[in-house]
């Protein structure tokens, strides 16, 4: 393994930090404030209760199979990610000529160039795989559903019982659904690293903040809070 400079070292640590940070700021809060994806946790919940009232289910099909599509076109996404950085690996010796090219003394070492294509592709790996198991999940949620008692069902105990398997379900999917979601979004910060180790903190401390906004600060979350105005 090559030995990477001490730059290109405390980018990486910055890179993954800020990851971890905002992982943990997006599942615990911020100051008492929630995030966005926490609260439409809330919202999954509201929703199999409410599927659990409705005697005909087609409005909630429709809607679970909105999200198993959205969540297999993500993971064929990164499928097609996976392969481009394998071609990337694959074509070292002209891509680092071409940098070398470049008037921007933009010189890569091959082992240091090798290992960033490879993280690279760990980064969309990972993602592939919350994809993949969300999509597996948005299908047992789906199972779930049907197998949710009607609302004149005479256990109610089990009709409460399954409204809450299904709405756990549904938001451990979209939890996992939302981690694929960041590696893509953090992936386009890594890309910074291919030009310099500098560049990758700008574009890591650029992608928080907007990801960051987003959960906390947005339009977006303001509609879901009543204590703020949308």
């Not at 990851?19 to 919940?45: C, F, I, P, Q, T």
């Not at 990610?81 to 394998?86: F, N, S």
């Not at 789906?142 to 409204?163: C, F, M, Q, W």
């Not at 979004?185 to 401390?205: D, M, R």
Request: proline content about 3%; charged content about 20%; glycine content about 6%.
């Amino acid at each position: 393994m090559p030995d990477l400079p001490i730059a290109d070292l405390f980018a990486l640590a910055f890179f993954l930090s800020c990851w971890l940070v905002y992982h943990r700021l997006n599942e615990s809060g911020h100051r008492g404030k929630r995030s966005l994806s926490s609260l439409m946790n809330d919202h999954r919940l509201g929703w199999m209760e409410q599927m659990s009232r409705r005697d005909a289910r087609i409005a909630d099909a429709a809607i679970m199979a909105s999200l198993q599509n959205g969540t297999a076109f993500f993971a064929s996404t990164s499928l097609i990610a996976i392969g481009g950085a394998a071609t990337l690996l694959r074509a070292t010796d002209d891509v680092v000529k071409v940098f070398a090219d470049l008037p921007l003394s933009l010189v890569a070492a091959r082992g240091i160039w090798e290992m960033k294509v490879l993280g690279l592709g760990v980064i969309y790996g990972y993602a592939f795989f919350k994809f993949a198991w969300a999509y597996r999940l948005f299908n047992y949620v789906a199972i779930l559903i049907g197998a949710t008692p009607a609302a004149d069902s005479a256990d109610e105990s089990e009709r409460r019982l399954a409204v809450r398997r299904a709405g756990l379900m549904n938001i451990e999917a979209g939890r996992h659904f939302s981690k694929g979601q960041r590696a893509f979004f953090f992936s386009f910060a890594y890309l910074g690293w291919f030009i310099s180790p500098y560049i990758l903190i700008v574009t890591t401390a650029g992608i928080f903040y907007v990801i960051f906004q987003r959960q906390f600060h947005s339009p977006a979350r303001s509609a879901l809070d009543p204590a703020e105005k949308p």
